[in-house]
């Protein structure tokens, strides 16, 4: 089992425990801010109706901003930095936030960043990589992420029962925040260290089977168009060819859809 895990982590870069590391404070931030509504604020279920709602609108602008931003600087790195510098400095002050306007500034200064996370991530690794190990190391990649958002959750929920048991409640819940702050910002340092500060650069690539622009299209819609540029009508040119590619089995088109609204 040991050897194992050393083997699966080998398989990775050094900069991924920099992303392991983001991911696991915000699976942690994902249980406090709710109970920070109802312990520290006293807000009722509406309140966190209207803070995800303005939080999520940030990440979509987000979003469409930092692919672009980054494409302009040449410059992957920095933005990965400031992605995990600025939700730390954030989930400080939230331990420290005596209104509900003040959180809902932080949260949303927190996901408007985070998100440049997302944006520029999986670029490093294709900038960096030969084309052949893509699958592989951004597959590893979303491992990290997500264990890394798995063992917040259970830190936070360990957090809170430990300091349930030593404090009370209100402390225990400033405490973890400071905690996971701290944590943000120790992932911006790790990342300043280790991340590759290679150019942007615009990848280039013989012309796809038609398996490989079939996934291209549904790469393009579900997670390219945010972090790159979103081309409407490379897209549009994709989805036509859809119809026209044979392999295609009978449950290949619903399925499709089906991805589609999702």
């Not at 979003?63 to 494409?71: E, I, N």
């Not at 500034?105 to 990589?129: C, P």
């Not at 592989?136 to 990290?144: A, D, E, P």
Request: with cysteine.
């Amino acid at each position: 089992m040991r050897n194992s895990i050393r083997s699966w982590w080998r398989g990775g870069e050094s900069w991924f425990a920099a992303v392991g590391l983001a991911n696991l404070v915000l699976g942690t931030s994902s249980i406090l801010i709710p109970l920070a509504l109802k312990a520290v604020l006293h807000r009722s279920v509406d309140s966190l109706g209207v803070l995800s709602s303005l939080v999520s609108l940030m990440g979509v602008i987000g979003s469409l901003a930092w692919g672009r931003l980054s494409d302009a600087a040449h410059r992957r790195k920095p933005f990965m930095v400031l992605s995990y510098a600025i939700p730390g400095a954030c989930l400080l002050l939230m331990a420290f936030a005596r209104t509900f306007e003040g959180l809902i500034l932080l949260n949303m200064a927190l996901n408007l960043f985070w998100v440049a996370n997302g944006s520029v991530t999986v670029l490093v690794v294709i900038e960096n990589r030969d084309s052949q190990d893509w699958e592989t190391k951004i597959g590893h990649l979303n491992q990290v992420g997500a264990l890394g958002w798995v063992f917040g959750l259970l830190l936070g929920s360990a957090a809170l029962a430990m300091g349930g048991l030593l404090t009370d409640e209100l402390t225990a819940l400033r405490a973890t925040f400071i905690l996971i702050g701290a944590g943000g910002l120790a992932a911006a340092g790790l990342a300043a260290r280790t991340v590759p500060a290679a150019r942007a650069q615009e990848v280039q690539s013989s012309p796809p089977a038609p398996s490989v622009a079939l996934g291209s299209a549904l790469v393009d819609l579900a997670l390219l168009g945010p972090i790159r540029r979103l081309d409407a009508r490379r897209l549009g040119r994709r989805i036509l060819r859809l119809g026209r590619i044979p392999e295609l089995g009978p449950g290949a088109r619903p399925f499709l859809l089906a991805t589609v609204v999702a």
